[in-house]
């Protein structure tokens, strides 16, 4: 069992980093029986994968938005964060964190937290 909890400003400004933290309970980020990802939700586009850290601190990055997109860990807080650099407000959506066992094959992820709205606009 699995809990992950989604926090950060629920809104930021064009041009501006978007950061999100994700706590987890249940499971530590340092185990490699998970990864950590991070998917947003817009009207727009749906479902979107961001990004992965997986047990080792290995990114992998939605090619789209690998150029602004940075996924951390803090191994002592038990918490994994996400950075999105030169917002605009096609960016406003639904922020979900996420978390995959290692023994699935399906690209859906097994673990979500309830996601966080975060607008971007001035």
């Known amino acids: 069992q699995v809990q992950l909890q989604e926090s950060g400003p629920g809104l930021v400004k064009p041009s501006q980093t978007l950061s999100l933290t994700c706590t987890v309970s249940g499971a530590s980020v340092t185990t490699r029986d998970y990864a950590w990802s991070w998917i947003r939700q817009s009207p727009g586009k749906g479902l979107e994968w961001m990004g992965v850290?997986?047990?080792?601190?290995?990114?992998y990055y939605s090619p789209s938005l690998k150029s602004r997109t940075s996924i951390s860990r803090d191994t002592s807080k038990n918490q994994f964060s996400l950075q999105l650099n030169s917002v605009t407000p096609e960016d406003t959506a639904v922020y979900y964190c996420?978390?995959?066992?290692?023994?699935?094959?399906?690209?859906?992820?097994?673990?979500w937290g309830q996601g966080t709205l975060v607008t971007v606009s001035s």
């Open positions: 850290i997986c047990y080792d601190g290995t990114t």
């Open positions: 996420a978390s995959t066992l290692r023994v699935s094959t399906g690209p859906i992820p097994d673990y």
